[in-house]
Nanobody, 130 residues
């Protein structure tokens, strides 16, 4: 069983920055991808970013491209999300997820699919004030 712990959420003014972290509790598991999703009240869960653990390929949701950056620390099974130029519409609970099964196909087509992630964190609140 893999447990994920997110941290780094909080309240920030529009235009500010936050850095989220997500660490997996188990070091010895096969990690194929880690991603961030978010869900605002009354809205469906939205893909934010993902990183392939084998080669570092990344993918981003359209609404965060150019503002958010996902990165990893392989040895620690930790993923980060640097969020810059935050907007009020970025307000949501942010969830970290990990995929432990190998899939074949286009990375950009597969990365945003929640069904390809097996374990999820509890979420961390990000609130951006205007």
């Amino acid at each position: 069983q893999v447990q994920l712990a997110e941290s780094g959420g909080g309240l920030v003014q529009a235009g500010g920055s936050l850095r989220l972290s997500c660490a997996a509790s188990v070091r010895t598991f096969t990690n194929y991808r880690m991603g961030w999703f978010r869900q605002a009240p009354g809205k469906v869960r939205e893909f934010v970013a993902a990183i392939s653990w084998s080669d570092g390929n990344t993918d981003y949701g359209d609404s965060v491209k150019g503002r958010f950056t996902i990165s990893r620390a392989n040895a620690m099974n930790t993923v980060y999300l640097q969020m810059n130029s935050l907007k009020p519409e970025d307000t949501a609970v942010y969830y970290c997820a990990v995929g432990t099964n190998m899939v074949v196909g286009s990375w950009s087509a597969l990365a945003p699919k929640p069904s390809l992630y097996d374990y999820w964190g509890q979420g961390t609140q990000v609130t951006v004030s205007s």
